[in-house]
């Protein structure tokens, strides 16, 4: 069940919801950790069905686990099953409880439904992209357009241009790094005609495709200071306040951040390298 959830991308999705949740403070807007907590599971949840509904409806030649028996694959497959019946009703009771705390608008109600329809498409006939070459575009999009999105919305309650100018990056180095994934999988997606984004490009095409995403993110992260915004300098305060600096944007440090932003500490630039560099040097854990 552990292999089956999925770990790592768990791990993603969380970073990317604390990316998200972190730029409003940034902002100067004012931060809910009722909002935080609740949209984190919320995220967790529909992250982990998105891959056991995938497992659930996973063709019937292919093993769940390693040395099973037809009995226990069809018991597998019926918990989880059940499983994820029940993360996708807790999530309902987490959007109404963001609801009734006044924590939802429009927009980020919007994103919630998204994510919801992003993970019956990826995984439930007759949709199932991950079976039409589409499942890597789509868990790209859910964990990092999608996810971080919400927990944006969730503080700031309004989009702003700071967040699309991270996320459809964030976005491409994401479908980059699930490409890579393919490399390592590749022998046994052939032996199960699995429809992959690797094995509808081809090798041949897929690495300088794999090229030209990392050379599309980083264009983008390049071109930021043409919009008004130092790139180093405002990963390094986005995020999280609770770990990389307080809250209180009225303290005489804030001020002072605000009024130099070149001059950061190491532990300022040791966040905003990890937000700038977050899938791309997962790269290599592949």
Same mark, same amino acid.
């Given at each position: 069940?552990?292999?089956?959830?999925?770990?790592?991308?768990?791990?993603?999705?969380?970073? *990317?919801?604390?990316?998200?949740?972190?730029?409003?403070?940034?902002?100067?807007?004012?931060?809910?950790?009722?909002?935080?907590?609740?949209? /984190?599971?919320?995220?967790?949840?529909?992250?982990?069905?998105?891959?056991?509904?995938?497992?659930?409806?996973?063709?019937? @030649?292919?093993?769940?686990?390693?040395?099973?028996?037809?009995?226990?694959? +069809? &018991?597998?497959?019926?918990?989880?099953?059940?499983?994820?019946?029940?993360?996708?009703?807790?999530?309902?009771?987490?959007?109404?409880?963001?609801?009734?705390?006044?924590?939802?608008?429009?927009?980020?109600?919007?994103?919630?439904?998204?994510?919801?329809? &992003?993970?019956? /498409?990826?995984?439930?006939?007759?949709?199932?992209?991950?079976?039409?070459?589409?499942? +890597?575009?789509?868990?790209?999009?859910?964990?990092?357009?999608?996810?971080?999105?919400?927990?944006?919305?969730?503080?700031?309650?309004?989009?702003?241009?700071?967040?699309?100018?991270?996320?459809?990056?964030? *976005?491409?180095?994401?479908?980059?790094?699930?490409?890579?994934? @393919?490399?390592?999988?590749?022998?046994?997606?052939?032996?199960?005609?699995?429809? &992959?984004?690797?094995?509808?490009?081809?090798?041949?095409?897929?690495?300088?495709?794999?090229?030209?995403?990392?050379?599309?993110?980083?264009?983008?992260?390049?071109?930021?200071?043409?919009?008004?915004?130092?790139?180093?300098?405002?990963?390094?305060?986005?995020?999280?306040?609770?770990?990389?600096?307080?809250?209180?944007?009225?303290?005489?440090?804030?001020?002072?951040?605000?009024?130099?932003?070149?001059?950061?500490?190491?532990?300022?630039?040791?966040?905003?390298?990890? *937000?700038?560099?977050?899938?791309?040097?997962?790269?290599?854990?592949?």
């Amino acid at each position: 069940m552990l292999k089956l959830s999925r770990p790592l991308h768990l791990l993603l999705a969380a970073l *990317t919801y604390l990316l998200g949740s972190s730029i409003p403070a940034y902002l100067g807007k004012s931060f809910s950790a009722l909002a935080f907590w609740l949209g /984190l599971a919320g995220i967790l949840f529909a992250q982990l069905s998105m891959f056991l509904l995938a497992d659930v409806f996973r063709p019937h @030649n292919e093993p769940l686990v390693e040395n099973e028996t037809p009995k226990q694959k +069809e &018991t597998l497959r019926n918990n989880l099953l059940y499983v994820s019946y029940g993360l996708l009703t807790v999530n309902a009771v987490l959007a109404f409880l963001l609801y009734i705390n006044n924590s939802l608008v429009l927009e980020s109600s919007l994103f919630l439904l998204s994510s919801l329809v &992003t993970v019956i /498409l990826y995984a439930v006939h007759p949709f199932r992209l991950i079976d039409r070459g589409f499942g +890597e575009l789509a868990l790209a999009a859910h964990i990092a357009y999608i996810i971080p999105s919400i927990g944006f919305l969730l503080q700031a309650k309004e989009n702003h241009r700071l967040l699309i100018i991270l996320v459809i990056p964030l *976005t491409a180095l994401a479908l980059a790094y699930f490409l890579i994934l @393919n490399f390592t999988s590749f022998t046994t997606d052939q032996k199960y005609q699995r429809a &992959t984004l690797l094995r509808s490009l081809t090798w041949e095409r897929a690495v300088p495709f794999h090229h030209s995403l990392i050379i599309f993110a980083y264009g983008i992260f390049a071109a930021v200071p043409l919009l008004g915004y130092s790139l180093f300098a405002d990963l390094a305060r986005i995020s999280h306040p609770a770990v990389c600096h307080p809250a209180d944007h009225s303290s005489p440090s804030y001020l002072n951040r605000r009024q130099t932003k070149l001059d950061f500490s190491h532990h300022d630039r040791a966040c905003g390298f990890w *937000t700038h560099n977050l899938f791309h040097h997962f790269d290599f854990l592949a």
